[in-house]
């Protein structure tokens, strides 16, 4: 498949499925992202979207199709043909080159938010303690929060938790990162700071696969909008594209829901960009 003139995407995915007993979940997803690209995963609830972000990082076991990351398959091992489990170590460090972001922030109550951050690089990787507190600073200046590190979660906005959990999971120096609906749990004035921490670390290169259901984010972000439902990817392309002329009907009545939601949401912190208006 490789030649020399094709570039590798970073996240190939080819014909992916799953299930969770009888319930077929992913029926045969194919995506590549290329790089430094931004692809935001619209569709319903229920349509498999949180799945896919999980078995992209091994978090579920795939049951056909093969996920290959930065040129690792992900969890198993081709030994001429057959595809065999990696034993867990193995998982760990695939798992380890992938940032999640998840709906919830997950961080750990008793810790700051520096120690939070600085956590996993000293007890995953080994990082020297004062170097590790020293990235976990600046990387929590670099979402805006060099004035909380001392601060517990408690003690901190749920935006502002939800950008800790951002700078934690960029303190692994992934090569990816993937957000499930990480702003759906916020209240509406506390969605634009997250948004526009994502915004930063889309336009620094990262490679990003977002789950969202803000729109005018998938429009003015992504390179590229995934439009999926009932375990299919059902249209994809560019993000104005697809959201001003979705080809299908099941991507027009979802935008259309969505867009009607989000007109109806309560106006946004005066300061913060009108994220939700086109
Ligand atoms: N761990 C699980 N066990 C059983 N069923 C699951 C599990 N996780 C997800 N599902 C089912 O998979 C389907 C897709 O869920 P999900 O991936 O969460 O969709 P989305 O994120 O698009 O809302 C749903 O029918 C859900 O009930
Ligand atoms: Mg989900």
Known sequence: MTTGTHVQPLVHAVNVTKRFGDNKVLKGIDL????????????????????????????ESINGGRIWVDGDLMGYEDRGGTLHHLPDRKIADQRREIGMVFQRFNLFPHMTALENVAEAPVHVKGVGKKQARD??????ERVGLGDRCDHYPAQLSGGQQQRVAIARALAMHPKLMLFDEPTSALDPELV????????????????????????????????????MDAGVVVEQGEPREIIARPQHERTRTFLRRILAEQDESPTREPDAPNLTKG
């Open 32 to 59: 590549d992202v290329r790089e430094g690209e931004v692809v935001c995963l619209l569709g319903p609830s229920g349509s498999g979207k949180t799945t896919f972000l999980r078995c992209i990082n091994q978090l």
């Open 135 to 140: 990235e976990a600073r600046t990387l929590l």
């Open 192 to 227: 634009g700071e997250v948004l526009d921490v994502m915004r930063e670390l889309a336009q620094g290169g990262m490679t990003m696969i977002v789950v969202t259901h803000e729109i005018a984010f998938a429009r003015d972000v992504a390179d590229r909008v995934v439009f």
